[in-house]
């Protein structure tokens, strides 16, 4: 096992000139398991590729352990990869598509057979191990993907978005497997995702992209209460975080009736950021303009429009952003209604207007 370090690492495809990776500075300890997040283009598995070494690298380095292997073969890091597509050989068994990395490498048969047979146990796939890709489910098939980089006994795992293929259901119970595996192994494995949600519910520590630039990397709880800036709040969350520009005048943003203190440093206005369990309803205060009610049985969600002139969505390009409320589910307003709420005690987060960047 080994540590993994990427220092200024920097990746710029050809025939472009904004950089895909921008100077990633990240390390992942030893044994951890890090998940790399962010929306579609914002670097991550260029971020894996690199580490994997199947991306060059156009400035820094990479460590793995004490090792420099920014300029290695990929199949001389001591790394093992699960793609998103499963990519089984469906002419060989179970057993022959999970032994056949060791068998090239020149394991002879008795030590391949007995990491097969310890890697399916571990899997839950000891009755498959005679039968073809073609005779498996989706969830059985990606964790032969799992088992065939298990016996490898690599020192870093990497995971390229390895459940995308599975039905939702399958998808929660395959995370929560994944996890559960990596915290046995104890191997070093960097996690790949565009789902907050699995990043949030499989990382010891969360690393959040943007456009090419590391945001924040922390653990799951801390990028929830403490996000460093509008993005990172907007993105960690489901349902999103509430981000509304308000102005501000006398020490405190105002929306509508609602008034909330915000530093002496703040300028003419403010994002103000409160989850959706961060509001509860009041005579006065914050109205919404109510369109549509999500009733989950033990949650209800509301979701409407400021019914204030004078709040703004922070992001004023995006045309489907909603305020969203959490509501007691035995009492929820109809469509069409117009509610008032104000934020419940420490549920508010101020965010700097023009850069995005935290300020409280």
């Not at 995308?164 to 998808?171: F, I, P, Q």
């Not at 979701?303 to 045309?319: C, H, I, L, M, R």
Request: glycine share 8%; with cysteine; charged share 20%.
């Amino acid at each position: 096992m080994a540590s993994v370090i990427f220092e200024n690492a920097s990746r710029i495809y050809p025939g472009t000139t904004t950089p895909a990776v921008d100077k990633l500075n990240l390390t992942v300890a030893d044994g951890e398991f890090l998940v790399l997040v962010g929306p579609s283009g914002c670097g991550k598995s260029t971020s894996l590729r690199m580490l994997a070494g199947l991306e060059e690298i156009d400035g820094g380095r990479i460590l793995i352990g004490d090792r420099d292997v920014t300029n290695v073969a990929p199949k001389d890091r001591d790394i093992a990869m699960v793609f998103q597509s499963y990519a089984l050989y469906p002419h060989m068994t179970v057993a022959e598509n999970m032994g056949f990395a060791l068998k090239i490498a020149g394991v002879d048969k008795a030590e391949r057979d007995k990491r097969v047979r310890e890697a399916a146990k571990l899997l839950d796939l000891e009755l498959y191990l005679e039968r073809k890709p073609k005779a498996l489910s989706g969830g059985q098939r990606q964790r032969v993907a799992m088992g065939r980089a298990i016996v490898r006994e690599p020192q870093v795992f990497l995971m390229d978005e390895p459940l995308s293929n599975l039905d939702a259901k399958l998808r929660v119970a395959t995370r929560t497997q994944i996890a559960a595996l990596q915290r046995r192994l104890g191997i070093t494995t960097v996690y790949v995702t565009h789902d907050q949600v699995e990043a949030m519910t499989m990382g010891d520590r969360v690393a959040v992209l943007k456009d090419g630039l590391l945001q924040q990397v922390d653990t799951p709880r801390n990028l929830y209460d403490k996000p460093a800036n509008a993005f990172v709040a907007g993105f960690i969350g489901s349902p999103a975080m509430n981000l509304l520009t308000a102005p501000v005048s006398g020490g405190k943003a105002h929306l509508g009736d609602l008034d909330i203190d915000v530093p002496a440093s703040a300028g003419s206005s403010v994002i103000v950021g409160i989850r959706p369990e961060g509001w509860v309803a009041s005579a006065t205060g914050f109205h919404v303009l109510v369109e549509v009610v999500e009733e989950l049985g033990s949650d209800a969600f509301v979701y409407g429009k400021p019914a204030d002139t004078n709040v703004q969505f922070a992001n004023a390009s995006d045309e489907g952003a909603q305020v969203i409320v959490r509501w007691d589910p035995k009492n929820p307003p109809k469509p069409g209604e117009t509610v008032t709420v104000v934020n419940v005690a420490n549920a508010v987060h101020l965010f700097d207007a023009t850069t995005g960047a935290r300020i409280n």
